[in-house]
């Protein structure tokens, strides 16, 4: 099997604008593209290629069409990326030998589809996702992967690992987890810490270390700065009450969070105090605060996107029930001033199954469920006035993002028992209803 890998402009209606300049098509003759396209879409690729595919599709242990696989797929891990001026592209292939399969990322140029280069991932592990980032200026693709470590890494019997690779636009490896010692969560665990799908954290180059101690609350924190060093050191009593804090990444920016535990029995009247530190600026501390609302018993705060001197900061507020739902505040890093999102969908989720892309164009926020069993509300947040500026309920439709250009979001509309899966152009208007979609 191959699949086709097509660019091509967008846009919704006929005063959408395209997410990017249209390349000038190639002389090559390009393959057949079927799929129907939404209106504002140019219904021919400005270039098309073919790579391996040798994988079916599944869902529920259920044989799916290759298009519904390929759209879950994108929208799950992502396996096609823009990363500067490259097109990073997953494709499968049969391995020879042993048998099985194995991925490899092909790195192509955006503007004609010409193969720059081809990285190899190890024939002994899975890839599990991919995702672009910038590294001081610097475009990379990010890479989960499985591997299987050495006896000595891993501790005394050769296993399987999950590994985060990150490459250049070109191909070349700028960094790579595997080598490095992994955390386990055990406070005397020394090691990167990883996201809770169990691969070290990488944002904007930079990594989270756990220093172990045999003290519960004895250990520490390092932010490593992309060279290695030590950006920021968080003591294991950074947190308040002298609890070990939580630290989350984005922007270049590091938020430290923790629980005032409230005198509630079941911790109902807890709060959440926050730390935000710039890490580009000798981890100067721009933003320190407590949250005057209850938090969820057990919650932290989640540091979900920064971008021009604002960032967006969430923690679960008590919801209906036993259920958390998400409150919200923008921190303006110039002044210190944490303001309170207003808006928010009442059953936005927990923080920590929220996904947020970023619009380069107007620096607007779409937050989104990132959980593709779930269908939360997708909406966009405004961060200089603080304000949600429209949003979808949930239960309409199960929304996955790809990426957002122009005030309009391009998604992935996921299938149900009813609809079939499609592409959605959401614009940033009005109430933000769904552009008309093309089944695919």
Known sequence: MAAVVAVGSAGCGSTGRSPQARPSPVSSPVPAFTAAMAPGFATVPAWSQDVPWAMGFTSGGVSVAPDLGLMVMQAEAGFIQVVGSSLAVVSFAESTGAGGRFATVQFRSVATGALLSTVNLPTDGAFNGLYSDVVGGRAVAVVHHGATAPATQAGGAAASIKVTSVYGADGSLVWTS?????????????????????????????????????????GSYDVLDPAGGVALHIPGTAGADGKQPHISLAGGYALVSSIIQGQAAD?????????????GHGAARVGQWTEPAATAPGGQGELLAATGGRLLVAWPAPGPGSKAVADMTVLDAATGTASTVSGIPSDASDPAALGAVWDSSTGGLTVYEADTTKSGPIFGVNLASGTVTWSLPSGQAMLEPVSTYGGSVYAVQLSTASVPASMVTIRDVGSGFPCPVAVL
């Open 267 to 279: 911790g109902s009247a807890s709060r959440v105090s926050l730390s935000a530190y710039d890490l």
């Open 178 to 218: 595997q080598g490095h010692a992994i955390a386990s969560g055990a406070a005397d665990s020394s090691g990167l810490v990883t996201f809770p799908n169990g691969f070290p954290v990488y944002n904007g180059g930079y990594t989270v270390r756990h220093n172990g101690s045999p003290d519960p609350n004895g």
